[in-house]
């Protein structure tokens, strides 16, 4: 366990690195993935086909492909940019199909009958989607939500392979390659730097949905 | 409309390239290599490595099979390259011919285990000498210094060594974990630096702007270059030392001794010059010397 131990600021700053991945990407795609998943109820064929296509695309496309179409696809049509975004904004869009998804999910629980009396009393579809349904779908859908972005952060370690570097894995490859140290005590800090993210973030979301649960 | 869909067109010829990894017009272009001319009248003292070999009529020599321009299996299945040759000179020494060498793949990680076990007689695979690896194996040689260099676009002045690297601000590609990726952290900042698995995705980089050099060994950028059909040149200013020796079994000095003067004499009638200009010379022209030999031990 000396590697651990003796090469601490190494795996802080890959650790430091992924949390920076996931936080961004968590971040752009609980955005994203709520106007794509207001985008399948919406009242408007068009809208409903983006999203409908756009969770079709990236659920069904394997990461690494997504990824790879960041960093080599986009450079390639003369669009070029940092491979940490490429990398980050990869992960956000793959991710924002399932964030979709388990708000859908959550738009479904919601009684109609909510709906049907915000629209009686006048309100538009955004106003009801805004006001009355999505307020109550997200509150119903942390625990699904929260499986979603710890398996992102899982994810985020494929990131590092898109030129991104420094993140957590990547301090492994480091490691075991350049400085000849030995794999599993390596691989084994590397486990321990991602469940440091994982288990607290799994704490956090079981607090908050007991906060924020709604019985019906 | 039209330039756009040619743009989607060249996306997708680049992706199907790149999922074939990259293999593509590298393996129709064979380097030749040499004919050694072999030694008739090689004599040995009995019991010595050299006498087996010779009595044998066969050689094992391991080697790279994916290393361009040093040791590279092309698709007749004789591989091609400067250290096959360096295997050549040795047989032909021994006085045998280069259709007597029975070449076995040696990649890296097996290396030693494949002359401890003495799986084969000798290794010329890139194999750079050092303590770690002497404490079970033998080395005759160098025969060749490789050192780590830079690659850049083939019109670039601007970088012309690690130095200028800071300077000018540029994007600097190299491989996870490797060592020149943790050389080269001296000379740029960490997020100058650029990271993935292989060094053909780090040349793709290199074509579309992405990166400004691609770093790694001189050997493994001149086969890049080889394969980027004029694009990337090397900036030819190694700074770091890669001495390559020829893996023997451990204590074998006879062998060695005998490796180290086919070596000098190699370069004495000019087979080493003709050597590197038939293979690794068609990338770097000028022919290096031959290395200050070790003592063998």
Same mark, same amino acid.
């Given at each position: 366990?000396?590697?651990?131990?003796?090469?601490?600021?190494?795996?802080?700053?890959?650790?430091?690195?992924?949390?920076?991945?996931?936080?961004?990407?968590?971040?752009?795609?609980?955005?994203?993935?709520?106007?794509?998943?207001?985008?399948?109820?919406?009242?408007?064929?068009?809208?409903?086909?983006?999203?409908?296509?756009?969770?079709?695309?990236?659920?069904?496309?394997?990461?690494? !492909?997504?990824?790879?179409?960041?960093?080599?696809?986009?450079?390639?049509?003369?669009?070029?940019?940092?491979?940490?975004?490429?990398?980050?904004?990869? @992960?956000?869009?793959?991710?924002?199909?399932?964030?979709?998804?388990?708000?859908?999910?959550?738009?479904?629980?919601?009684?109609?009958?909510?709906?049907?009396?915000?629209?009686?009393?006048?309100?538009?579809?955004?106003?009801?989607?805004?006001?009355?349904?999505?307020?109550?779908?997200?509150?119903? !859908?942390?625990?699904?939500?929260?499986?979603?972005?710890?398996?992102?952060?899982?994810?985020?370690?494929?990131?590092?392979?898109?030129?991104?570097?420094?993140?957590?894995?990547?301090?492994?490859?480091? @490691?075991?390659?350049?400085?000849?140290?030995?794999?599993?005590?390596?691989?084994?800090?590397?486990?321990?730097?991602? @469940?440091?993210?994982?288990?607290?973030?799994?704490?956090?979301?079981?607090?908050?949905?007991?906060?924020?649960?709604?019985?019906? | 409309?039209?330039?756009?869909?040619?743009?989607?067109?060249? /996306?997708?010829?680049?992706?199907? /390239?790149?999922?074939?990894?990259?293999?593509?017009?590298?393996?129709?272009?064979?380097?030749?290599?040499?004919? %050694?001319?072999?030694?008739?009248?090689?004599?040995?003292?009995?019991?010595?490595?050299?006498? =087996?070999?010779?009595?044998?009529?066969?050689?094992?020599?391991?080697?790279?099979?994916?290393?361009? /321009?040093?040791?590279?299996?092309?698709?007749?299945?004789?591989?091609?390259?400067?250290?096959?040759?360096?295997?050549?000179? %040795?047989?032909?020494?021994?006085?045998?011919?280069?259709?007597?060498?029975?070449?076995?793949?040696?990649?890296? =990680?097996?290396?030693?285990?494949?002359?401890?076990?003495?799986?084969?007689?000798?290794?010329?695979?890139?194999?750079?000498?050092?303590?770690?690896?002497?404490?079970?194996?033998?080395?005759?040689?160098?025969?060749?210094?490789?050192?780590?260099?830079?690659?850049?676009?083939?019109?670039?002045?601007?970088?012309?060594?690690?130095?200028?690297?800071?300077?000018?601000?540029?994007?600097?590609?190299?491989?996870?974990?490797?060592?020149?990726?943790? +050389?080269?952290?001296?000379?740029?900042?960490?997020?100058?630096?650029?990271?993935?698995?292989?060094?053909?995705?780090?040349?793709?980089?290199?074509?579309?702007?992405?990166?400004?050099?691609?770093?790694?060994?001189?050997?493994?950028?001149?086969?890049? %270059? +080889?394969?980027?059909?004029?694009?990337?040149?090397?900036?030819?200013?190694?700074?770091?030392?890669?001495?390559?020796?020829?893996?023997?079994?451990?204590?074998?000095?006879?062998?060695?001794?005998?490796?180290?003067?086919?070596?000098?004499?190699?370069?004495?009638?000019?087979?080493?010059?003709?050597?590197?200009?038939?293979?690794?010379?068609?990338?770097?022209?000028?022919?290096?010397?031959?290395?200050?030999?070790?003592?063998?031990?």
């Amino acid at each position: 366990m000396h590697v651990i131990t003796d090469n601490l600021p190494l795996y802080l700053s890959g650790l430091l690195r992924t949390l920076q991945i996931c936080l961004y990407a968590g971040l752009i795609a609980l955005v994203l993935g709520t106007v794509i998943a207001a985008f399948r109820v919406a009242p408007l064929p068009p809208l409903r086909a983006t999203g409908t296509s756009w969770v079709t695309v990236f659920r069904n496309c394997p990461l690494t !492909v997504v990824l790879f179409f960041m960093a080599f696809g986009l450079p390639e049509l003369g669009l070029n940019g940092s491979y940490f975004w490429f990398g980050t904004i990869g @992960l956000a869009l793959y991710t924002s199909a399932f964030v979709c998804e388990a708000i859908r999910s959550g738009i479904n629980a919601v009684p109609p009958g909510q709906a049907e009396a915000a629209r009686a009393i006048g309100l538009g579809f955004g106003q009801v989607l805004s006001l009355v349904v999505l307020p109550q779908a997200i509150r119903t !859908v942390v625990p699904p939500l929260g499986n979603v972005f710890i398996a992102m952060i899982k994810n985020s370690a494929i990131v590092g392979a898109f030129g991104v570097g420094g993140d957590l894995f990547a301090v492994g490859d480091t @490691l075991t390659s350049a400085r000849g140290e030995a794999v599993l005590p390596v691989l084994i800090g590397v486990v321990l730097g991602y @469940l440091v993210i994982t288990i607290p973030a799994g704490l956090l979301l079981g607090a908050l949905e007991r906060k924020v649960a709604i019985a019906r | 409309m039209k330039a756009r869909s040619v743009r989607w067109g060249v /996306l997708a010829a680049s992706m199907a /390239l790149a999922l074939t990894a990259c293999g593509g017009n590298s393996e129709n272009r064979l380097e030749t290599g040499t004919d %050694v001319p072999v030694d008739p009248n090689a004599q040995f003292e009995p019991g010595t490595t050299m006498a =087996k070999l010779k009595q044998s009529g066969t050689i094992r020599i391991g080697t790279k099979f994916d290393q361009p /321009l040093f040791g590279l299996k092309g698709l007749d299945g004789n591989p091609q390259g400067f250290d096959v040759e360096i295997g050549k000179i %040795v047989a032909a020494g021994l006085g045998l011919p280069a259709d007597r060498i029975e070449w076995v793949e040696a990649p890296s =990680k097996t290396r030693e285990e494949l002359i401890e076990q003495g799986r084969v007689d000798m290794v010329v695979a890139t194999y750079t000498i050092n303590d770690k690896r002497k404490q079970r194996i033998s080395f005759a040689g160098p025969y060749y210094e490789a050192g780590q260099d830079l690659m850049v676009s083939a019109d670039d002045d601007t970088i012309t060594g690690p130095e200028s690297l800071r300077p000018t601000g540029a994007k600097v590609c190299s491989v996870t974990g490797s060592t020149p990726a943790e +050389q080269i952290k001296q000379y740029v900042d960490p997020e100058n630096l650029t990271l993935f698995d292989v060094y053909s995705k780090c040349a793709d980089a290199l074509r579309t702007g992405q990166v400004q050099a691609v770093t790694t060994d001189n050997v493994i950028l001149m086969g890049l %270059v +080889q394969k980027g059909n004029g694009r990337f040149k090397l900036v030819d200013r190694q700074f770091t030392k890669e001495p390559y020796g020829v893996g023997v079994k451990k204590g074998d000095t006879a062998f060695c001794r005998f490796i180290d003067d086919t070596l000098t004499r190699a370069e004495a009638d000019g087979q080493y010059a003709k050597s590197w200009g038939a293979t690794a010379g068609k990338v770097s022209p000028e022919t290096p010397p031959l290395p200050q030999l070790d003592p063998c031990s």
